[in-house]
């Protein structure tokens, strides 16, 4: 059973344009969602993330929305630049703890052509 | 800089040959965390550790096994190795807190099965 959803494997945007990253979820108790970006050869890195009271959150040229009623939610990335190009993973988190306990999707490749 | 070490990256056992995958953290996080990716699949978490506390999932398999003995190492041992357990394991740190701290992520350790 898979709760979290990245359908696209793959995303081929030229430099300069906008970059959608879509995440899917199935399970309502989620109520925190992170991104994180994974390059070759390294772990994953925190980027941006978004509290289930809140449907817009940005940071710099990063904005992660969150739609609950439709359990969607998309990382934008505006103006995408050749240095993004790296795996993108939706991990959102159950509510309850302190911590943070992260399912993941699959993960999508992002590449950003000069 | 503070971070999360991984040794060694690349390891390669037997079938059959327990081996122990290593993690270190110099960010002083009470909770450590071990997953296992194959490949473009989602990390998936194997257990956790809340301080000495042990969590695991419960599909996690009983061929992996963890040990914590301070705050600052974990490890992995899988006791017989079989050729599905070829995967890259992460380690991740986090902080308790007001609940959303992130992970922080090793570098990974692949490991091959022969």
């Known amino acids: 059973d898979q709760q979290v959803k990245q359908n696209s494997p793959s995303l081929s945007v030229q430099e300069g344009r906008i970059s959608i990253l879509n995440c899917d979820y199935t399970n309502s108790m989620f109520d925190y969602f992170l991104w994180y970006k994974k390059y070759p050869a390294e772990g994953p890195t925190f980027l941006i993330s978004i509290s289930s009271i809140k449907d817009k959150n940005e940071d710099g040229r990063f904005t992660v929305f969150l739609n609950k009623s439709a359990k969607h939610l998309s990382l934008h990335i505006v103006p995408s630049q050749p240095g993004d190009s790296a795996v993108y993973f939706c991990?959102?988190?159950?509510?309850?703890?302190?911590?943070?306990?992260?399912?993941f999707g699959q993960g999508t490749i992002l590449t950003v052509h000069p | 800089d503070a971070m999360v070490i991984q040794n060694p990256r690349y390891q390669v056992t037997q079938f059959g040959k327990p081996v122990t995958l290593s993690c270190s953290q110099t960010?002083?996080?009470?909770?450590m965390y071990w997953y296992q990716q194959k490949s473009s699949q989602a990390p998936k978490l194997l257990f956790h550790?809340?301080?000495?506390?042990?969590?695991n999932e419960a599909d996690t398999p009983d061929n992996f096994q963890s040990r914590r003995p301070n705050t600052s190492f974990c490890f992995l041992d899988i006791r017989s190795p079989g050729l599905g357990d070829a995967a890259m394991y992460l380690c991740?740190?986090?902080?308790?807190?007001?609940?959303?701290?992130?992970?922080?992520f090793g570098p990974g350790t692949r490991l091959l099965v022969l």
């Open positions: 960010l002083n996080h009470n909770v």
């Open positions: 991990a959102p988190r159950v509510g309850g703890t302190s911590y943070g306990k992260l399912t």
């Open positions: 550790y809340y301080d000495k506390d042990f969590n």
């Open positions: 991740a740190t986090s902080r308790e807190g007001g609940g959303q701290e992130t992970q922080y």
